[in-house]
C-alpha cells in the first residue's frame, strides 16, 4: 500500500487548509486511516483516524471542533480539513493505514505516506 499526502501550504492564522491522502490499493476501504503530526523537535504525535467504513472518527483534544476527517473509499482517498487553524498546527502531516480499527498510536500503523508541511504564520 502507498499513500501520497498533498495539501499543504502556508496560511495565517484561523485559515483553512485540506490535506488529501491518496491511496494506491483497491481494497483501501478495508483500512482505517489516520492523521499524525511532527513539529521540529517534537514527536510524532495522533491528529485523528477514522474508521475503514467513514463511519466512526477519533480526535485528538488540540484538534476536537477544527478539525474534520473524511473519505471516499471510490477515489481511494481520506481527507483532513482543517479549519480556524493556530500557529501551534504548525507540522509535517502524515497519513497511515492499517487494517483494523482507530488507533491512536503510530507503532500500530502499517504504511505511512511521505508527509506534507503545514506552516500557520501568526
Known amino acids: 500500500v502507498q499513500l501520497q499526502a498533498s495539501g499543504g501550504g502556508l496560511v495565517h492564522t484561523g485559515g483553512s487548509l485540506r490535506l488529501s491522502c491518496a491511496a494506491s490499493i483497491r481494497t483501501f476501504s478495508s483500512y482505517a486511516a489516520g492523521w499524525f503530526r511532527q513539529a521540529p523537535g517534537k514527536e510524532r504525535e495522533f491528529v485523528g483516524a477514522i474508521s475503514f467504513s467513514g463511519g466512526s472518527t477519533y480526535y485528538a483534544d488540540p484538534v476536537k471542533g477544527r478539525f474534520t476527517i473524511s473519505r471516499d473509499n471510490a477515489k481511494n482517498t481520506v481527507c483532513l480539513q482543517m479549519n480556524s487553524l493556530k500557529p501551534e498546527d504548525t507540522a509535517v502531516y502524515y497519513c497511515?493505514?492499517?487494517?483494523?480499527?482507530?488507533?491512536?498510536?503510530?507503532?500500530?500503523?502499517?504504511?505511512w505516506g511521505q508527509g506534507t508541511l503545514v506552516t500557520v504564520s501568526s
Open positions: 497511515a493505514a492499517w487494517l483494523g480499527g482507530i488507533i491512536v498510536h503510530p507503532d500500530e500503523y502499517d504504511y
